[in-house]
């Protein structure tokens, strides 16, 4: 029940947020600030009385009847993987709050409701395993990200707020079909019609339905990710949104996409993946690379990082059809990395947005001088995108690239020039932001007391996560094993012994291997 | 006729007495309010009295009526429906001057012949409640004849109407020539149903097609429905939409089970083309509206086209999620022309697309109403249209009709375009200087509409189970 709470609450807090947002602004801050600092303590006190590892699969569960006439229920549940997900969620959803503070003037109580909805849809997300509520979740967090791009976006609001929202459902509907195709298939074996999780693993079907089947799931993984040839309403999306928005869209909606390839494209379709394995590691270098060169090629400060993501995306994909323990640690370590790397840079972007009402990167310069503190950070989250030993992103790509290389020597190695990519255009935007000549003259201040808290956690979450993994880590490697292990023994290939990363190799030895 | 019988017919007899008892008090004198208040509460009687009928299902009035549950199930949605209709007419007549009591007089006609629609087993009482629908509709579409618009909604209306009403008529003629008989389920006797029907029959079948699709507005007998939702005033489109498109397929749904016609291949594809192009037609033709009852004239033209769907699949699970979306369908309907209908002044109707500007910021509440009709309409979740589609889509598969869900899905990606457009009106662009004040019953129908629209979105469990236990087509 409990889970259902971690999601009710938000929602309620959504509505008293509207509702009290009309007369009075702070109150709408104060109680949305509130309402996900609830849920981040329930989480807390979750992860303290059950975060051990459990004998059961799940940590802990809810299931309810909700259309039992065809076989819906409310079934949440919880390991370590949404565990860590949803740490990220409360915590991104906490720094929205907190940067919006004096972003927003327009009907900020409808604004904050947006935000929670979003929040409580992609808990939603990140809880469910029951198909058709998981569809519900992840097509619930769409209209309120429409909504806060629509209302507080930027110039070209309206197209992108369009292209997200037809992009994303167009997708979603795809998966829909699919989740019925299942249904209706698992259905048909068994006489029994359920959208349970659990139950339709390891469904029977012929080749050519799963991989259409699975066709459906990929749609909606791969847009929302977004995989190379469907990235195309990331950077639109990303640079018209208010800071929070990108901040939601870059840290958290994208890492549903990786979410749900781990959770539910490869268990569920565990033959159809591996003949897909290849397309899919070309995939995850192609948007490496070409993510890399298109940020390289922007001039729009927001825009440019919207598209690292492209890449850094790249290698979720990579490591997803990687098949193997190594590879799983590093998706995962990378969704929490560049949700918090990736986050701080939109965070620092709409900074800089406040201050000089500008994104152009041909008319900044020189801040350093100005903005010595937010300069730093600039510095950091640039040095965590380029993959710097000792930050979170250096880890989960290194182990990414380490488990891509036992599958695939050639993809790995094409994948690690991403690498060098993204060194090159992270050092870009540091040489043109905070270097060179002074562009805008701005008598407008540093970072304040909010911002530096905002971003000093990250910078804490960050080196945190690059220094000591380990907690991560511990609390992926259940689900990732049951992954894995559905992946290998459903299929007649033999697989080499999973690593059994006990310990991992702790990060001072990584760090040696790499230098 | 027994005791009983007269308990049976006893909804529509409170419907049928209500007009006259109306048209003696205005003889002696007019009161609007009496009236409306009257017409109320005969309409919420004609809907209490269906739970007298209820023990004493199924009943057939040989050989024209048939009480059973399916038929008591719509007999309860169009009942409803009349009521919500009676609330908004009352808000929106209310602003006309001119003598507006006769208004309900032909209202309850019309739902007197929409009840016969829904209890015909007999192509006599199908054609009768047909009639006295349509021509009850004539006048209600030119019902303020100062507004020119009105007036050549109703002359086109009748015209086309009557021409419609031609093919079904002589369609059943040739049904009725082929077979000998008037009755739906004598019409083809399952022995016989093993080859293909006679092309006398087929020729029948046919001009009965194009005489409900006239009535249903699907493609391609979909050309009236927009002129005729923008002209007609707002309670009468809302009746039109709901009620009356309701009652017709309500009694396709039973004639096609009735006469096994999804058995029958050439009808099928017949029937899967004109649903395919309803949505395409309907939806894309939506898209760049500027007006927004023709634009919810198109969204209907494609959501009817989805609602041929269960037709097809001949099934029970089929007729469930028909009915299901149906519902579903009304009361978003319901909450669309209810806002556009509170909106109006007494000149004109607020349907310029133009008129919502910046509503978000005026009236939230009535934004935020209108905001989830259209969410519900394209099917978005927490709405009563995402689960009525999921259902839908669902029956269809499960009968193999692959083509027709992803068709549907594709339109429904489609339509989100222009209903997005219609919500970014409402919140983005600067106010506008229209300033309407909303009673606060109009205010209170409005929000419960949307709750019903949440409610059957979120626990569509109840709604599912009614219907479930309902809707058997016996």
């Known amino acids: 029940m409990i889970l259902l709470y971690l999601i009710l609450i938000l929602m309620a807090g959504g509505i008293v947020a509207w509702i009290t947002g009309k007369r009075n602004p702070l109150t709408a801050r104060i109680i949305s600030l509130l309402t996900v600092a609830i849920d981040l303590a329930l989480l807390l006190a979750l992860s303290f009385r059950y975060g051990s590892v459990s004998e059961t699969e799940w940590l802990l569960e809810y299931s309810a009847l909700w259309v039992h006439r065809f076989g819906i229920g409310i079934h949440l549940a919880l390991d370590g993987l949404s565990l860590l997900m949803l740490f990220l969620t409360l915590i991104i959803g906490l720094l929205a709050i907190l940067i919006s503070w004096n972003e927003i003037k327009v009907d900020p109580g409808f604004f904050h409701f947006n935000i929670l909805w979003i929040l409580s849809g992609i808990t939603g997300v990140f809880l469910s395993i029951d198909l058709f509520l998981f569809y519900f979740f992840w097509e619930v967090m769409l209209i309120p990200m429409y909504f806060l791009i629509l209302i507080w976006g930027h110039e070209n609001r309206v197209y992108a707020s369009y292209k997200f929202f037809i992009f994303t459902q167009a997708s979603g509907l795809m998966m829909f079909l699919a989740i019925l195709g299942l249904y209706l298939v698992h259905g048909k074996n068994t006489g029994v019609y359920t959208f349970d999780y659990q139950q339709l693993l390891g469904t029977n079907m012929t080749p050519s339905m799963e991989m259409l089947l699975m066709g459906g799931f990929l749609a909606a993984f791969l847009v929302k990710l977004p995989a190379f040839p469907f990235h195309n309403w990331l950077p639109d999306a990303h640079t018209e949104a208010p ?33 897909f394995a290849p397309v899919g590691m070309c995939l995850g270098v192609a948007g490496i690379l070409y993510g890399a060169k298109l940020a390289f090629a922007q001039t729009d400060l927001k825009r440019l990082v919207a598209y690292t993501s492209v890449s850094h995306m790249g290698f979720v994909i990579l490591g997803v059809y990687a098949f193997n323990e190594m590879a799983y640690q590093g998706v995962v370590m990378q969704m929490i990395a560049h949700g918090i790397s990736t986050g701080a840079l939109f965070i620092i972007v709409g900074q800089l947005y406040e201050r000089l009402h500008t994104r152009d990167l041909n008319r900044m310069g020189g801040l350093w001088a100005k903005f010595p503190a937010m300069g730093a950070m600039g510095l950091i989250f640039s040095m965590a995108s380029l993959g710097l030993p000792g930050l979170g992103n250096f880890v989960a790509e290194f182990l990414t690239l380490a488990g891509a290389f036992k599958a695939s020597i050639l993809f790995a190695s094409l994948a690690s020039l991403g690498l060098i990519a993204a060194t090159i255009y992270s050092l870009r935007i540091l040489q043109k932001v905070f270097y060179g000549r002074t562009g805008i003259e701005t008598t407008v201040k540093d970072l304040s007391v909010r911002e530096s808290v905002v971003l000093g956690s990250l910078v804490l979450a960050i080196v945190f996560t690059g220094l000591y993994p380990q907690p991560v880590i511990d609390r992926a490697r259940p689900a990732i094993e049951k992954t894995i292990n559905r992946e290998t023994s459903s299929g007649a290939k033999e697989t080499k012994p999973v690593l059994v990363p006990d310990p991992v190799p702790p990060l001072t030895e990584l760090r040696e291997v790499v230098e | 006729m027994t005791r009983i019988d007269f308990l049976c017919l006893a909804p529509l007899l409170i419907v049928a007495t209500a007009p006259i008892v109306i048209m003696l008090t205005v003889a002696i004198k007019r009161n609007f309010r009496v009236v409306c208040i009257f017409s109320l509460l005969m309409f919420i009687l004609a809907f209490l009295s269906l739970f007298l009928v209820l023990p004493h299902t199924t009943r057939h009035f040989y050989p024209l009526l048939l009480f059973d549950n399916y038929s008591l199930l719509f007999l309860g949605i169009i009942y409803f429906t009349s009521i919500v209709v009676t609330m908004l007419s009352y808000g929106y007549l209310k602003q006309q001057g001119g003598e507006r009591e006769e208004y309900f ?83 083809l006797p399952p022995e016989e149903n093993t080859g293909a029907i006679p092309p006398l029959m087929l020729a029948g079948f046919g001009l009965m097609l194009a005489g409900i699709g006239f009535k249903l507005a699907v493609v391609p007998f979909h050309m009236w429905t927009p002129d005729i939702y923008e002209g007609a005033p707002v309670p009468v489109t809302t009746f039109i939409a709901t ?150 889509v669902l029956a269809g ?52 509409i949307a709750a019903g629209i949440l409610i059957i979105g979120i626990l569509p469990s109840y709604l599912a189970e009614l219907i479930g236990t309902f809707s058997g087509i016996n």
């Open chain 1, 243 to 275: 800071t929070a928005g990108s901040l939601i869209l870059a840290s958290l909606m994208l890492k549903t996409g990786a979410y749900g390839l781990i959770r539910f494209a490869v268990p569920l379709f565990p033959d159809a993946s591996r003949i």
């Open chain 2, 105 to 187: 007089i032909v209202l309850f006609v019309a739902v007197l012949g929409a009840s016969v629609l829904v209890t015909a087993e007999h192509f006599v009482s199908f054609f009768l409640g047909l009639e006295t629908l349509s021509i009850s509709l004539y006048i209600l579409v030119a019902y303020l004849r100062s507004r020119d618009q009105c007036i050549e909604a109703g002359v086109k209306f009748l015209v086309i109407a009557s021409l419609a009403t031609a093919f079904l008529l002589f369609g059943m003629g040739l049904v009725y020539a082929g077979t000998g008989t008037m009755n739906f389920r004598e019409i």
């Open chain 2, 243 to 392: 009620i009356s498109k309701g009652a017709v397929l309500a009694l396709g749904l039973r004639f096609f089970i009735d006469t096994r016609s999804y058995e029958n291949g050439q009808l099928v594809i017949v029937i899967s083309i004109i649903s395919i192009l309803s949505m395409f037609t309907g939806n894309l033709l939506a898209l760049r509206q500027g007006n927004l009852k023709r634009l919810l004239a198109y969204s209907s033209i494609a959501h009817l086209g989805y609602l041929l769907i269960p037709l097809l699949t001949g099934t029970r699970a089929g007729v469930e999620s028909a009915v299901f979306y149906l519902a579903a369908y009304v009361i978003t309907t319901l909450g669309a022309f209810g806002v556009i209908s509170a909106l109006s002044v007494s000149d004109r109707d607020a349907d310029d697309i133009n008129d919502l500007k910046g509503l978000f910021h005026r009236d939230p509440l009535i934004a935020g109403v209108l905001t989830l009709a259209l969410l519900s309409l394209a099917g978005l979740p927490l709405t009563a249209g995402f689960m009525s589609k999921f259902f839908l």
């Open chain 2, 397 to 448: 598969v499960k009968s193999g009709l692959w083509l027709l869900a992803f068709s549907l899905i594709i339109n429904s990606v489609i339509s989100l375009y222009y209903y997005l457009r219609v919500v970014k009106i409402m919140f983005t662009d600067a106010e506008s200087d229209r300033e309407v004040q909303i009673s606060l019953i109009t205010r209170i129908i409005l929000v419960l």
